[in-house]
């Protein structure tokens, strides 16, 4: 049983004194472990406010190091990361803004073989990853060992997001049954994107992650959440767990891992 | 006939009038890019060409979105 120092019950008192949260609200989050694919555009706030939040173990899966054009919106590095592994720059933050957080690192790409056994030890997984392949990847790999995750993507001035909650609700293949062809995904340099949209798709993924880890409110199941910031419109489509998905349906036909081969956006790192 | 689509209303004066026709109305110039949710449920890519909207039917379309940490 953890018990709260003197130093906690300050850090801590604005979540406590939430009707909410409270003493037990927190000690669960204390006790939460969070698992966040990628630190990047969405993993970067998502990283700190969960480390703010002092969630017990957070993991950071990164295989690329920092480069200049990340900074625009990649909040967790700073100009003097340049050229650090993500995973080490976002743990250093991360310590410093909360001691108390156990992080772990992961500096590799998940793939086929790894990701199974990565998520594993995790409640719940934030996908903050840049393509289609890595995105698939996580929600078949966190249908298939029951964990929840959050998927997020972001294109210009917009973001959407859905939690899936395994065996419950929609996975992400009741709506996108497959990957787009790699010839129509524009690159990331063609698109481009609003740092500050990263910010707030993956802050709202970290708000998920909290819900969940303390039981309260309701999650985004059954629904994608997309937001026009050029128009500050956001809408909340309502999806359906569909009995013929070819993952989590009655039926599935996928039914073990396979790397997709699809070229990731070419961007100079 | 008026149907919305994401959420606006749109006056549609073809009939009959598809799912695939509805993609070319929106110049949805990437169709791969998007699914189609009609009336909260989702249509399959092979059903385009036959399945009819009609009046007062919602359809939605959603994106792929990628991005995020590169």
């Known amino acids: ?269 | 006939m008026i149907i919305y689509v994401n959420g606006e209303p749109q006056e549609i004066k073809q009939q009959p009038f598809t799912v695939a026709d509805l993609l070319v109305l929106n110049q949805v110039e990437m169709p791969e890019m998007v699914s189609v949710q009609l009336n909260g449920e989702f249509v399959k890519r092979e059903d385009y060409q036959t399945i009819q909207i009609n009046d007062g039917d919602e359809i939605d379309f959603l994106y792929f979105m990628g991005g995020g940490a590169r």
């Not at chain 1, 310590?95 to 056994?117: F, G, M, Q, S, W």
């Not at chain 1, 903050?128 to 294109?155: Q, R, W, Y």
């Not at chain 1, 010839?183 to 340099?189: E, G, K």
């Not at chain 1, 802050?203 to 909290?210: F, S, V």
Request: charged share 20%.
């Open chain 1, 1 to 269: 049983m953890i018990s709260f120092t003197d130093q906690q019950l300050e850090r801590y008192s604005r979540h406590i004194i939430l009707n909410n949260v409270g003493i037990e609200g927190q000690l669960k989050i204390m006790q939460g472990k969070v698992l966040i694919i990628g630190v990047g555009g969405l993993g970067s706030p998502a990283a700190l406010y969960l480390a703010a939040a002092g969630v017990g173990t957070i993991g950071i899966v990164d295989a690329d190091k920092v480069d200049l054009s990340n900074l625009q919106r990649q909040i967790i590095h700073f100009t003097s990361d340049l050229q650090k592994t993500k995973t080490q720059s976002a743990f250093e933050k991360m310590k410093a803004l909360n001691p108390d957080v156990h992080v772990n690192t992961y500096h590799l790409r998940v793939t086929a073989e790894n990701i199974r056994e990565i998520i594993r030890d995790y409640d719940f997984v934030i996908d903050g990853t840049d393509n289609f392949p890595a995105k698939f990847l996580i929600n078949d790999a966190c249908v298939m060992e029951g964990i929840p995750f959050s998927h997020g993507g972001i294109l210009r001035f917009s973001g959407q997001t859905m939690t899936v909650v395994p065996a419950e609700s929609a996975c992400y293949r009741c709506s996108f049954p497959e990957p787009p062809p790699k010839n129509a995904v524009p690159t990331c340099a063609e698109a481009g994107i609003l740092g500050v949209v990263a910010g707030m798709l993956g802050t709202i993924q970290a708000a998920e992650a909290l819900k969940y880890l303390i039981k309260q409110g309701s999650l985004l199941t059954n629904a994608l959440l997309t937001f026009d910031a050029l128009k500050m419109d956001f809408r909340k489509v309502a999806l359906r767990k569909r009995a013929d998905c070819p993952l989590c349906g009655e039926n599935p036909t996928i039914l073990r891992l396979e790397d997709i081969e699809q070229a990731v956006c070419e961007l100079k790192r």
